[in-house]
């Protein structure tokens, strides 16, 4: 048997289980979640305690300490009393199925054997950084833990399981749930004090500093467009120390920069490099001049391209001059001319921690907590951000054109089938609000600055109409409830047809309110061959009736079966569907049938579902 693990309810005594050493890993800008897998076992398990105890307060929240480990790491115990038992597992990759099963048993036993005195109502896994798809399922669907339930308690336990534990296992089934590293990022940003004492926060870029480095990318720009002219410099490669004394001269002739020289392997050929002194800075390589005529002006107007609305160009031989402005070592053959030349804007790569909100008449409609703004091209007439990664799923596009104070939107690459209801739902409102008279405002999770706030957009692309906006948001509202109310992770289909609409549908309104009623129509019921005679039996004279049933309902929607639980059926005016003498005599003619199917019209019918009408 394990030994108990301590048990703390405070932030200090947890921290001190940790120890002097923390791992304090790099959460780099390039991630879109924090670095959970370079924590130590200990510290992610301290870390999702401190954060669930931030955000409850009010609620009794208990760590157990790192010697033994008896099913749980963390026990949350709500203010209405129900219990949450948290497991954390932490890997640098996706969790599996072996390792969710091996603690589903661990789980099950230990509670049989009292060593967990609660029995919580729900269990948790904080997963890093997710896990695998038919570790999901198992998660999902409590079908496939009774499937595996005793093969499962049969490995952990090295043995056959008692009755009383499968009973147990097979009986008792809590409500299952993950959090992954994305959830947890997301619920971690609104404490950045607990982030900065696990991780070493590296600030991507601030809000002043963009507007600088945007207003330095300006000015050099203009000063190009003025004097028609650009510089460069050469990078550093690996030198040669041959040849050194002539190439010490060209130096000297060249202030700035330095000359080098290397061989090519079984050749006499030697090729000389250049690269620039730090300790002096740029250094001009040579002018970009474009001649008065036609061409040339051609090549003016593709500059323009690169100073106006930052994009990159490429210029033919007859477009421009090129005029080198240093002199070679007398060894060497002059440049080649060029055939073509290239030039790219130096836009600096960065990508900012942001939230994206949409805003109506002063007030936010529609938001997306945590994605990242990149910066992609930046003119003095046009600037262009990319906002993608994180939350936001697909890619948001914003290009601001300064003179005239107007922004073009275009959201693509959005795939509803890839991202679960609740992300979904999320993003076809946020593409709604954008096609609606709104505003829109980009601000910094670092500092909470707003970096863009435009005006309305005059450019939106989608394919979206507004009756087909209606239609999918009402289809994931109803996909986001029945995965909340049923532990799944149903998504858009990639086909969807409106006998699915209509299951969705009809299940939300019996979890909404409880019942449903439904107008005339047939229904079948089944009776082992002497329960259908007694059944048609008061038919005889040819009367309706009105049936009271008790039955267990199942619906099926996207490849999974929800089962709704006892419900009540009153059926009002019921009367067999076929000849009733005819029914009746092929009945008793085949009284070895196991199942007879009885098909019953009706004027009206009352579905009451007792999971739910109690609530409402």
Same mark, same amino acid.
């Given at each position: 048997?394990?030994?108990? /693990? ?15 050493? /923390? ?37 009794? &929240?208990?760590?157990?300490? +790192? ?20 497991? =954390? ?6 969790? *599996? ?8 048993? +661990? ?122 002219? &650009? ?66 002006? /051609? ?20 477009? =421009? ?21 290239? %030039? ?40 262009? =951000? ?12 914003? &290009?601001?054109? %300064? ?35 709104? +505003? ?37 509202? =109803? ?36 019942? &449903? ?41 996207? *490849? ?23 029914? +009746? ?32």
């Amino acid at each position: 048997m394990s030994e108990e /693990r301590a048990k703390f309810s405070g932030d200090n005594a947890a921290r001190a289980d940790i120890g002097a050493s /923390r791992s304090k890993p790099a959460w780099l800008e390039s991630q879109h979640s924090l670095p959970f897998h370079m924590l130590s076992p200990d510290e992610f398990e301290i870390f999702c305690y401190l954060l669930l105890r931030r955000e409850n307060p009010d609620e009794d &929240i208990f760590y157990y300490g +790192k010697t033994g480990d008896a099913g749980r790491d963390i026990v949350r115990v709500s203010s209405g009393g129900h219990i949450e038992l948290i497991q =954390c597992k932490r890997y640098q990759h996706n969790v *599996g199925l072996p390792e969710i099963r091996n603690e589903l048993a +661990k789980l099950y036993a230990n509670i049989h054997n009292h060593i967990l005195l609660e029995r919580p109502s729900r269990v948790t896994f904080y997963v890093v950084p997710d896990v695998t798809a038919p570790a999901q399922d198992l998660i999902n669907q409590p079908q496939k833990w009774i499937e595996i339930a005793k093969s499962t308690l049969k490995d952990y336990l090295k043995e056959e399981p008692s009755e009383e534990l499968l009973n147990l296992a097979l009986t008792w089934i809590p409500q299952f749930s993950k959090e992954t590293a994305i959830d947890l990022t997301q619920r971690s940003s609104r404490h950045q004090a607990l982030i900065d004492e696990f991780f070493a926060t590296r600030k991507v870029v601030d809000a002043e500093d963009t507007n600088k480095k945007l207003n330095e990318i300006q000015g050099i720009l203009e000063q190009m467009q003025r004097n028609q002219e &650009i510089a460069l410099q050469p990078s550093s490669p690996n030198a040669s120390a041959a040849l050194q004394d002539i190439l010490r001269q060209a130096g000297e002739e060249n202030p700035g920069l330095i000359f080098t020289v290397s061989h090519t392997s079984h050749s006499q050929a030697a090729t000389i490099t250049l690269s620039a002194n730090p300790a002096v800075g740029a250094v001009d390589l040579a002018t970009l001049i474009f001649p008065d005529t036609e061409t040339g002006n /051609r090549g003016l107007q593709k500059f323009k391209l690169l100073t106006e609305e930052g994009r990159a160009i490429e210029l033919a031989a007859n477009e =421009c001059e090129w005029r080198w402005a240093f002199n070679l070592p007398k060894l060497a053959a002059t440049p080649q001319n060029l055939k073509t030349l290239k %030039l790219h804007p130096n836009i600096p790569n960065v990508q900012v921690p942001s939230r994206v909100e949409v805003v109506q008449d002063q007030e936010v409609v529609s938001i997306v907590d945590f994605t990242y703004c990149n910066l992609v091209r930046a003119g003095t007439k046009e600037i262009e =951000c990319l906002l993608k990664g994180g939350q936001l799923q697909g890619t948001l596009r914003f &290009i601001f054109q %300064l003179e005239d104070s107007q922004t073009i939107v275009n959201y693509s690459s959005l795939e509803l089938p890839a991202m679960s209801a609740k992300q979904a739902k999320a993003s076809i409102d946020l593409i709604r609000s954008l096609h609606r008279s709104t +505003k829109i405002q980009i601000v910094s999770l670092e500092d909470e600055a707003i970096l863009i706030y435009s005006a309305e957009p005059i450019g939106k692309d989608s394919n979206f109409s507004e009756e087909e906006f209606k239609n999918t948001l009402n289809f994931l509202d =109803c996909l986001v409830k029945i995965n909340q109310t049923f532990g799944l992770d149903l998504r858009y289909p990639e086909n969807i047809d409106p006998e699915i609409v209509k299951t969705a549908k009809l299940v939300t309104h019996a979890i909404e309110h409880g019942q &449903i009623d439904q107008p005339g129509g047939t229904i079948t019921l089944t009776y082992t061959p002497q329960q259908a005679l007694e059944f048609l039996e008061p038919f005889s004279e040819e009367k309706t009736f009105d049936l009271h049933l008790s039955v267990e309902v199942e619906y099926s929607l996207l *490849g999974h079966t929800l089962n709704m639980g006892q419900t009540e059926m009153t059926i009002k005016n019921a009367f067999p569907a076929d000849d009733l003498s005819l029914l +009746k005599q092929e009945i008793a003619a085949h009284p070895e049938l196991e199942k007879v199917d009885i098909c019953i019209q009706y004027d009206s019918m009352v579905k009451k579902y007792c999971r739910w009408s109690a609530q409402t």
